[in-house]
């Protein structure tokens, strides 16, 4: 009889914590399936309502994280990347920290944040990550160093996590990819409007130069001839200088434009290997 009763009492007792432990954890299933059908605005609410009501517990960390792979699927990088840097400052064990880190540092990469993807890679090296991690790291340092164009750094890194030899031939075309001087396009441009351009494989902009900068000048003597010198005055004043001048500059750009897309070519090469390094394709 008194154990009934002691039953009798318990159970709301018992059936309130459960009710509490199921309110606690609905927020959190909730998120993850909705951020698991692709519904990432309504998975953040439930995440930051879980936040909401239990701020101080263990598993923040990790919502706030969920949080910034939600916001990351929707390239709402500002805020992707605040959360991770959240979840990471309430990270209490090395590895989720570290973890955390690198997800971090994939973003920056993403939005083109080098520098600080290179700090946060830096962070987790010095933590000594366990190797699954470290190796995901290295990973990371090849790719950031390979969007910098940095290759014997990226060779460097690259050297540890695999010694894949047509990665290393990729390198050395890489390192010796063919660069224009804008110095040279400079001085050739000044020679002859339009020869810069040339020099950097435009034939187009190169002879549109010549062209426009062979009228202005032609314009420019006839009115000498006829003595027309006010005319000839304004045509080299207003007119002439200006397009030649332009083409110099207009040369320069040309180069580095050229320059960049032989190490973006370079660069997505490199990475197209690693991607199959990563997953080989099937035979």
């Known amino acids: 009889m008194n154990n009934v009763i002691s039953l009798f009492l318990l159970s709301p007792v018992l059936i309130f914590c459960s009710f509490t432990a199921s309110a606690e954890e609905l927020p959190l299933s909730l998120g993850r399936h909705l951020a698991e059908v692709g519904n990432y605005d309504t998975a953040i609410t439930e995440y930051k309502r879980f936040l909401f009501f239990h701020p101080d517990?263990?598993?923040?960390s990790e919502v706030y994280y969920n949080i910034g792979l939600?916001?990351?699927?929707?390239?709402?990088?500002?805020?992707a990347i605040a959360a991770l840097r959240t979840a990471t400052h309430y990270a209490m064990d090395r590895e989720s920290k570290s973890e955390y880190q690198l997800t971090?540092?994939?973003t920056l990469i993403a939005t083109k944040n080098?520098?600080?993807?290179e700090l946060e890679l830096i962070k987790v090296m010095l933590r000594n990550p366990s190797a699954p991690l470290h190796r995901r790291m290295l990973f990371l340092q090849t790719v950031l160093y390979i969007y910098q164009f940095r290759w014997e750094d990226a060779r460097s890194v690259g050297r540890e996590?695999?010694?894949d030899e047509q990665l290393e031939i990729l390198?050395?075309?890489?390192v010796n990819v063919p660069q224009k001087s804008a110095n040279v396009?400079?001085?050739?441009s000044k020679v002859l409007p339009g020869l810069g351009h040339i020099y950097v494989g435009d034939w187009r902009d190169g002879l549109n130069a010549l062209l426009l900068n062979g009228a202005f000048g032609f314009l420019t003597i006839d009115a000498v001839l006829d003595e027309h010198y006010t005319d000839a005055a304004l045509w080299v004043g207003l007119v002439l200088l200006?397009?030649?001048r332009g083409n110099t500059f207009r040369a320069k750009t040309a180069v580095e434009q050229f320059n960049l897309q032989k190490s973006r070519q370079a660069a997505e090469t490199l990475l197209q290997r690693l991607q199959e390094i990563v997953n080989p394709p099937k035979k």
Do not use: G
């Open 171 to 174: 390198f050395d075309a890489a």
């Open 185 to 188: 396009a400079s001085v050739l």
């Open 57 to 60: 517990d263990p598993r923040t």
């Open 161 to 163: 996590y695999t010694t």
């Open 104 to 106: 971090l540092a994939v």
């Open 242 to 244: 200006r397009y030649y």
């Open 70 to 79: 939600a916001y990351r699927a929707q390239s709402l990088w500002t805020e």
């Open 114 to 117: 080098y520098d600080l993807a």
